[in-house]
């Protein structure tokens, strides 16, 4: 079995694994027999059961798990696609303003409008907002008749920054009672994980790995370089565009229900290349795998440790990345010498 196959293959059954220890851990553990019992029934192989434990299963925690799959493998391939156009391997998706909008929009509606439009207005309000972060960065890139990688990074963190005082402000000047409400959602997490929202993911996971898929050879020949990659006939800037306006899409998606995730983006592109090589072929659905499998851990993690009660996913994340970081400032340090 190739290095790939077999990648593919443990990773897909560790993910099992952890889509079933996701479901039987939370604020309280549910014996693994009354899971399966439950998935049978959801699956309509057993019989029926008034057993409330079964809807906790059922319609909070495997919608859970198929939330955090569906995020992280959709982080892990923006974070591919981004490293590869900007040709930068520390971009991740919210380097470039795209979750500092998203979390605008969400703190306009949690201080100031409330849930006029119920459980969909904090997904619409966060999506409309990076969706508005992201036309800001492209209208700059467009305006400046250039989409190299180094003008796309400074337009995007001059976003971020306009967008992180528009949450600030929004913060300090709202309702101070839902400042809890604000900073959990900032840190990322999974609370509305429901099967109405499963959908929203799905396509923004699709959209993604579908375009980034179809246009793998044109993501490879930006490995060796725009001249190189012109000379192959690739339109280079015309690509770099696209791949960060549905990058920017399906993040927009993500973020608008689970707040903002750190790191996943930039970790799991390093960790994947690492296993497989640059070439994207297999480099994409890897890091899809490695994605979804580092989200549903820290997920795991973050309701465990301080039991009943709930860290923000983020907060995971985000101290495995900084730790991931470090390593890799200490390789290449190692390399250059």
Same mark, same amino acid.
Request: glycine fraction near 10%; charge should be positive.
């Given at each position: ?49 008034? %057993? ?15 939330? $955090? ?22 971009? %991740? ?9 998203? $979390? $605008? ?65 929004? &913060? ?35 959209? &993604? ?10 993501? %490879? ?42 790191? &996943? ?5 390093? &960790? ?50 900084? $730790? ?14």
């Amino acid at each position: 079995m190739s290095r790939f196959g077999l990648s593919m293959f443990l990773g897909v059954a560790g993910l099992a694994a952890l889509i079933l220890l996701s479901v039987v851990f939370g604020s309280t553990p549910i014996p693994l027999s009354q899971v399966m019992q439950a998935m049978w029934t959801g699956l309509g192989l057993g019989p029926e059961s008034s %057993d409330p434990m079964h809807r906790i299963i059922l319609e909070l925690r495997v919608p859970r798990a198929i939330f $955090a799959a569906l995020i992280g493998a959709g982080l892990g391939v923006v974070g591919v696609v981004l490293q590869t156009t900007t040709r930068n391997d520390l971009a %991740d998706p919210f380097l470039f303003g795209l979750s500092s909008g998203a $979390a $605008a929009g969400a703190v306009f509606v949690i201080t100031v409008t409330g849930d006029i439009l119920g459980l969909w207005t904090l997904p619409l309000a966060a999506f409309c907002g990076g969706l508005v972060a992201a036309s800001i960065v492209l209208a700059l890139v467009k305006a400046l008749r250039t989409s190299t990688p180094e003008k796309l990074i400074l337009a995007g963190l001059a976003v971020s920054f306009l967008f992180a005082a528009i949450t600030n402000y929004l &913060i300090f000047s709202g309702d101070n009672r839902a400042a809890h409400s604000v900073v959990f959602w900032m840190l990322g997490g999974l609370g509305l994980a429901r099967w109405q929202t499963v959908p929203l993911i799905a396509a923004g996971f699709g959209l &993604i790995f579908a375009y980034a898929f179809w246009r793998r050879r044109w993501l %490879d020949a930006l490995l060796a370089g725009d001249v190189t990659a012109a000379s192959l006939g690739v339109p280079v800037d015309a690509v770099r565009f696209r791949m960060f306006l549905v990058a920017a899409l399906s993040t927009a998606a993500f973020v608008s229900v689970a707040g903002v995730i750190g790191f &996943i983006g930039l970790m799991v592109p390093h &960790i994947a290349r690492g296993l497989v090589g640059p070439l994207h072929h297999r480099l994409l659905p890897l890091a899809a795998l490695t994605g979804a499998i580092l989200l549903i851990g820290s997920d795991i993690l973050s309701r465990l440790l301080l039991a009943p009660q709930e860290l923000p996913v983020g907060i995971i994340t985000t101290s495995i990345g900084s $730790a991931f970081v470090f390593l890799l400032l200490i390789g290449t340090r190692k390399r250059d010498h």
